[in-house]
């Protein structure tokens, strides 16, 4: 819920430069973690949901 909170915030979030209105979105991607999970794979996880959002369209919050 906080991920959905700031990628609408950074959505909303008017920037100018040279006057110009530059639009700006993000995607994410997160995963979780048993005690048991290596970090790396849980940072693997996380990238390749990451690339997920992006690939079925930008502003996406994709999780695990």
């Known amino acids: ?7 609408r ?3 909303n979030t008017t920037i100018i430069i ?7 979105t993000a ?5 979780f973690s048993k005690s048991e999970v290596c ?3 849980v940072i693997k996880e996380a990238d390749r949901l990451l690339y997920n959002a992006k690939r ?7 999780t695990y």
């Open 39 to 41: 970090i790396d794979d």
């Open 27 to 31: 995607s994410f991607g997160l995963s």
């Open 9 to 11: 915030k950074i959505a």
């Open 1 to 7: 819920r906080r991920l959905k909170k700031l990628k």
């Open 18 to 24: 040279d006057d110009k209105i530059i639009e700006i």
């Open 56 to 62: 079925i369209g930008k502003n996406r919050v994709v």
